[in-house]
C-alpha cells in the first residue's frame, strides 16, 4: 500500500475558486517527495486536504491504507505535519517546545525525552536545548519546526514550501535535517516552487500546475523532459 493515495481529488472554496480539478496520485512508502507547481496551483490546497484542515469537496484519501474521511483521527495520527509560519512559542526553549508537544499527543514524559533528545541531535538543535527559542537563527528555527513534527513519529511527513523566503544556506542545513529523516525510514512529502530544491531532495515528483497534475514520476526521468 502507498503511503499516500490520492484520487479524483476536487475541490472548490466557496468563491467559487476550483482549486484542485480532479488530482489523482500515488506516493510510495519511504519515497521522498516533491509536488512542484507555480504559485495558485493548488500545493497548499492538496498539503491542506491530506494534513485535515481543509475539506474536499470530492473524491478520495488515503494514507497507508487508511480512508482520511471515514478515519480521519487514525489517519491523521500518521501524519507528521511542517507548516510554513514559525508557530513555537519564541519564550520556550527547545526542549521544552518538543517534550510538551509530545505531552499534548499522548507521548508518555519519559519516552518524550528520549525522542527530544534525537530530534534535537538530528536537527542539530541539542547544543541550543536549553537557550530560548527567540535568540536561534532562521535556519535553526525552521529546524526546530521540523524536529518538533518529528515528536509522534509520524510515517509520513508533510512539508508546505518548508524553504519559502529562506537563503540558500538555511535550505542546505534544512535539506541535511529533512534527508536523514528519509533515511531513518520517514515518508516525506514537500511542496515547493522552486526546481532546484525538487531535484536535490526528491527522488519522485508530481508537477502540479491551475489545479491538475500536468506531470508525474521519476525525477531523473522527468529532468531529462525538460
Ligand atoms: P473550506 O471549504 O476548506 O472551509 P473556505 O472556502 O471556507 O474553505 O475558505 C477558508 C477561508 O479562507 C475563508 O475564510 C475565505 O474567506 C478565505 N479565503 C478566501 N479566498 C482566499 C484566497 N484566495 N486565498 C486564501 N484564503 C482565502
Ligand atoms: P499554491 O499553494 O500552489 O500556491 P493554493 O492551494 O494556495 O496554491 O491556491 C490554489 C487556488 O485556490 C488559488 O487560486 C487560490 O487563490 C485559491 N485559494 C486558496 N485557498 C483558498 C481559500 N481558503 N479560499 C478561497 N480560495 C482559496
Known amino acids: 500500500i502507498p503511503a499516500l493515495s490520492v484520487r479524483g ?19 510510495a ?63 520556550e526553549k527547545p526542549l521544552d517546545i518538543l517534550v510538551n508537544y509530545a505531552g499534548f499527543y499522548g507521548v508518555p514524559r519519559a519516552q518524550a525525552i528520549e525522542r527530544a533528545e534525537v530530534e534535537l541531535r538530528r536537527a542539530q538543535l541539542w547544543d541550543k536545548a536549553q537557550m530560548m527559542s527567540r535568540t536561534l537563527s532562521g535556519g535553526m528555527k525552521r529546524r526546530l519546526m521540523i524536529a518538533r513534527a518529528m515528536m509522534t513519529r ?28 528519509n533515511a531513518a525510514g520517514t515518508t516525506i512529502i514537500l511542496t515547493t516552487h522552486y526546481l532546484e530544491e525538487a531535484e536535490h531532495l526528491c ?7 491551475r489545479g491538475a497534475i500536468v506531470a508525474s514520476g521519476p525525477m531523473k526521468a522527468l529532468l531529462a523532459r525538460l
Open 203 to 209: 527522488r519522485n515528483l508530481a508537477i502540479i500546475d
Open 9 to 27: 481529488l476536487r475541490k472548490t472554496y466557496d468563491n467559487r475558486v476550483q482549486a484542485l480539478k480532479g488530482v489523482s496520485l500515488d506516493v
Open 29 to 91: 512508502q519511504g519515497d521522498f517527495f516533491a509536488l512542484l507547481g507555480p504559485n495558485g496551483a493548488g500545493k497548499s490546497t492538496l498539503i491542506g486536504i491530506v494534513s485535515s484542515l481543509v475539506n474536499l469537496s470530492e473524491g478520495s484519501v488515503s494514507i497507508f491504507g487508511t480512508d482520511l474521511v471515514r478515519e480521519r483521527d487514525a489517519a491523521m495520527r500518521l501524519i507528521g505535519l511542517v507548516p510554513q509560519e514559525l508557530n513555537f512559542n519564541m519564550f
Open 154 to 181: 509520524p510515517r509520513l511527513l508533510i512539508l508546505d514550501e518548508p524553504t519559502a523566503g529562506v537563503d540558500i544556506e538555511i535550505r542546505r542545513g534544512m535539506w541535511q535535517t529533512l534527508r536523514e529523516i
